[in-house]
């Protein structure tokens, strides 16, 4: 999984949006990790839970790594515009709960650790939903 995040975050650009969808412990921050790697950013990723936000901005492009888990049906609660337009690549762990206040056009990953294809439990099945089409040709380009 982290060689694939490493991949997709060597094929990533400024204002891009990554959802991140699965359950707890399905591997969303360790996918963060391998997307970190691909934009050259080498310190610790940690999950947000609790801070809402980490800006990890050390590599060719700032990652702004978001957990909305917490803030409910509060989106009002942080700037996520100052994010969503800003110069790196958003991240959003739970995404899905910001319903229309998600943009219009980004990628999402979801995590499904319970897939009936899957022989160990450490296996997830990822699938790759293209919202738009800048991440119809971002899902070609890793094939």
């Known amino acids: 999984m982290l060689k694939f995040a490493e991949k997709l975050g060597r094929q990533l650009e400024a204002q891009d949006v990554i959802v991140l969808t699965g359950e707890l412990g399905a591997g969303k921050t360790t996918f963060t990790k391998g997307l970190a790697l691909g934009l ?20 060719r492009l700032p990652l702004y790594h978001m957990d909305v888990y917490r803030i409910g049906d509060d989106p009002d609660s942080f700037d996520l515009d100052d994010y969503l337009f800003g110069e790196g690549v958003s991240v ?3 995404g899905e709960m910001l319903g229309a206040d998600l943009p219009e056009h980004y990628l999402e990953v979801i995590f499904d650790k319970y897939s009936p294809d899957l022989v160990d439990d450490n296996e997830r099945e990822i699938i790759l939903k293209a919202h738009g089409q800048r991440y119809e040709q971002l899902i070609q380009s890793l094939a």
């Not at 999950?47 to 590599?59: D, F, M």
């Open 40 to 59: 050259d950013i080498h310190q610790m990723v940690k999950s947000p839970t609790y801070t809402i936000v980490r800006s990890l901005e050390n590599g």
């Open 92 to 94: 959003i762990e739970w």
